[in-house]
């Protein structure tokens, strides 16, 4: 009987052991990463929102400015503004405005962190670690609180996708395909926790880029 309580105890552990801490150690090259790490000039992305049962479509406009930040307008087709965010090269994050919907801080921190993760700056290559799982090669960046992970084929060739997550679970998942001038085609962000979903389709805009 103890055998069994015992072997049953030993399956709960493993079952629940974070999947993170299965992987291996490995040695890797953090410019395998930086090459994946968007370009963006001025992109207009077709963009697709859903949380927590409400949808939000429109026109996501992402810019570099002259000083190297990133800015980030999401409007409707007539132009109404649902957000204005400014990421800037130093990590630091500015909410120019944003709808009282989504004007809350937890909303706020996620999309932040979302749209830090797939712009991949402020990567301290000093802090990267590198492991293995099933043949796939994981960049792991600690955060204040968490770990971003870049996560690639065995040869460093292809970003199969990006994570972020706490020290236990994943919390959101991105992609991103297709480049064209070093910018992405397609980008997808799925969390895990609830449901929140972003999908943007790059819309081609020749005569401004």
Known sequence: MRYLVLNSFLF????????????????????????????FTVALYNTQVDVVGNHLSGLLIIKKMPDSSIR??????????????????TG?????SVIKQMNKKSVLK????????????????????????????????PQNKGYYYYITDSLGN??????????????????????INGMPDTVSINHTTFNFTIGLKRIERNATE
């Open 12 to 39: 709960l552990i493993i079952s629940c052991t974070p999947a993170y801490k299965t992987m291996q150690m490995a040695s890797g090259n953090v410019l395998d990463i930086n090459k994946f790490k968007p370009s």
């Open 72 to 89: 980030m307008v999401f409007s409707n087709e007539i132009g109404f503004k649902f957000f204005d965010f400014e990421f800037s090269p």
């Open 158 to 179: 292809n970003l199969i996708r990006m994570e972020r997550a706490s020290t236990k679970k994943t919390v959101a998942e991105a992609t991103m395909k297709n480049y």
């Open 110 to 141: 996620t999309l932040r962190k979302d749209f830090e993760l797939i712009l991949m700056q402020n990567l301290q290559a000093e802090n990267v670690s590198v492991r293995k799982k099933e043949g796939l090669f994981y960049y792991v960046f």
């Open 92 to 96: 630091n994050f500015k909410v120019y």
